[in-house]
Each structure stands twice: as structure tokens, then as C-alpha cells.
């Protein structure tokens, strides 16, 4: 398998910047590594997502504090990028439960709620 990967020029297309003193700024600023191929630089496609996607997750984590990881996993286009910015932003990708528990007493009653929380 080989990993995607961007020059400085397809960089600045993307997050629309011309300069590539700013590009390499901007990555730099965001802790992406610039990697030397002969004479051109390349970075990884998945590490700019990331750096992208990082802006507006930041800001569900602000709004949402309890429920920002199932409402980006939504909005997300690609889940390997969805795992590593929630990973990297130290929350933890949880599978929703597939059944529907319905108690059928009282007292099963109680134990759910009292896990359901």
C-alpha cells in the first residue's frame, strides 16, 4: 500500500495559499513533516486532512464536549482520517450498540438506567 501524498504547490491549492514560504509555515505550524524526495518536497495527503479536518472537530469538542466524536464520525468523508484526528485529540471512536435492550421488569429497569448513562 502507498500512502497518498501532496507536493508544496498541491498543499497550497488546498488550503488555498499561493506563497510557499506561508505553505510550509502553515505546515510546520501544524506539526507536518516535509519530506525530501530527490529535489522536490512532499507531505503526506492524510497528515493535511488531518490538520484541516482538526480545525472544525476542535470546535465540536467546544460545543459538544460529550458527543463530539459520534457527530464528527457523521460529517467525516474519510474514516482513516475520522480515526486519526479523534485519536490524535485523545478521544476514543466507540461502536453504537446494534440491539435495543427493553427491560422487562422493575428492577431490570433500574440496572438499565442506571448503566445507560
Same mark, same amino acid.
Given at each position: 500500500?502507498?500512502? &497518498?501524498t501532496?507536493t =508544496?504547490?498541491?498543499v497550497?491549492? @488546498?488550503?488555498?495559499l499561493?506563497?510557499? /514560504?506561508?505553505?510550509?509555515?502553515?505546515? *510546520?505550524? /501544524?506539526n507536518?513533516? =516535509?519530506?525530501?524526495?530527490?529535489?522536490?518536497?512532499f507531505?503526506? !495527503?492524510?497528515?493535511? +486532512?488531518?490538520?484541516?479536518?482538526? =480545525?472544525?472537530?476542535? !470546535?465540536?469538542?467546544?460545543?459538544?464536549?460529550n +458527543?463530539?466524536?459520534?457527530?464528527?464520525?457523521k *460529517?467525516? &468523508?474519510?474514516?482513516?482520517?475520522? $480515526?486519526? %484526528? %479523534?485519536r490524535?485529540?485523545?478521544? !476514543?471512536?466507540?461502536?453504537?450498540?446494534?440491539?435495543?435492550?427493553?427491560?422487562? /421488569?422493575?428492577s !431490570? &429497569? $433500574?440496572?438499565?438506567? @442506571?448503566?445507560a448513562?
Amino acid at each position: 500500500m502507498c500512502l &497518498n501524498t501532496f507536493t =508544496i504547490a498541491q498543499v497550497g491549492k @488546498k488550503i488555498k495559499l499561493i506563497d510557499d /514560504n506561508a505553505i510550509k509555515k502553515w505546515l *510546520i505550524a /501544524n506539526n507536518i513533516s =516535509i519530506h525530501k524526495r530527490g529535489r522536490s518536497s512532499f507531505v503526506y !495527503e492524510i497528515d493535511v +486532512d488531518c490538520a484541516i479536518d482538526k =480545525i472544525k472537530v476542535l !470546535e465540536l469538542k467546544k460545543q459538544y464536549p460529550n +458527543d463530539w466524536v459520534e457527530l464528527y464520525k457523521k *460529517i467525516s &468523508n474519510d474514516s482513516a482520517v475520522c $480515526e486519526m %484526528v %479523534v485519536r490524535s485529540l485523545q478521544g !476514543e471512536i466507540r461502536a453504537k450498540p446494534t440491539t435495543k435492550v427493553k427491560p422487562i /421488569n422493575k428492577s !431490570e &429497569n $433500574e440496572l438499565y438506567k @442506571k448503566y445507560a448513562k
